[in-house]
């Protein structure tokens, strides 16, 4: 899966998630200071995430996952085994 199309899926979750436009969404864009994701939506969007590439995500690396960037990188990470 391409760098893209692992943005695209991870921005189709937000939207659907978060209820934000796709517009606000880019690599730098931090779940609660850009978003306002609180610990539900966090939370919620990490339960989204599991699903949507279909593997899960431990609470250590939860806890890291603070940006749209972050979650390109885990999930280029764990593709790459």
Known sequence: MSDEEI???IKAVLIDTLRTG???IT???RFVEDLGADSVDRMALLMALEDAFAFSIDD???AGLA???DV???VK???AK
């Open 22 to 24: 796709e517009k606000e």
């Open 72 to 74: 390109l990188a885990f």
């Open 7 to 9: 943005l695209h899926k």
């Open 77 to 79: 990470q764990v593709s």
């Open 67 to 69: 940006s749209v960037g």
């Open 60 to 62: 250590t690396t939860a």
């Open 27 to 29: 690599p730098s864009t």
